[in-house]
């Protein structure tokens, strides 16, 4: 079973990240997308709902499941056995970032492989931190987000 755990904050999701968990579908017979939770972190939206939206967005997808981590990543993947982490990369600052984190799980979670997917060119500029600046700005955010769920007002 190649079982790939893909980790983030999702705060809230966007269309960038439901295209890299579809286009990585075939290659993993099971995605777990799980949300890390850093008490030391502030969020925009609660746990519970940024859960609520993964679940409705990839609720039709049968390989896709959803779930929430505390404390280290590769510990997370070693508890439910998934030996693949899954990431995207958008630009060069998230491959600097990204390199670093890989290296340190696959030390840190005995072997675990990153799998990087380069975002498509449209989506490239989509992010949750410039999500939450629209939605806090009070601007429409339905365009950067899946159709599945509505953000209409703040929590
Ligand atoms: P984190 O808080 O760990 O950065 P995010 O929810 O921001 O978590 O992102 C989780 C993963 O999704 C990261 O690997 C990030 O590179 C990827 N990602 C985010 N937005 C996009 C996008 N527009 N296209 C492709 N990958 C993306």
């Known amino acids: ?3 790939a ?4 904050s999702f705060d809230p999701i966007t269309i960038g990240h439901v295209d890299l968990v579809r286009r990585a579908l075939p290659l993993f017979d099971q995605i777990i997308v799980a949300v890390g939770v850093n008490s030391t972190k ?37 508890r439910i ?23 340190l799980n696959h030390i840190v979670g005995n072997g675990i492989e990153t799998v990087f997917l380069i975002s498509q060119p449209e989506y490239s500029h989509i992010s949750s931190t410039i999500v939450r600046e629209i939605i806090v700005g009070g601007a429409d955010a339905t365009p950067f987000i899946p159709a599945e769920i509505r953000i209409g007002t703040l929590p």
């Open 1 to 3: 079973m190649k079982i």
């Open 5 to 8: 755990v893909f980790p983030g």
């Open 42 to 78: 502030k969020y925009l939206f609660p746990l519970e709902q940024r859960m609520e939206w993964l679940l409705q967005v990839f609720a039709q997808d049968q390989k896709v499941s959803v779930d929430s981590f505390q404390n280290l990543t590769a510990h997370y993947c070693q």
């Open 81 to 103: 056995g998934a030996r693949y982490l899954l990431r995207g990369l958008r630009n060069a600052s998230d491959f600097d970032y990204e390199k670093t984190i890989s290296q």
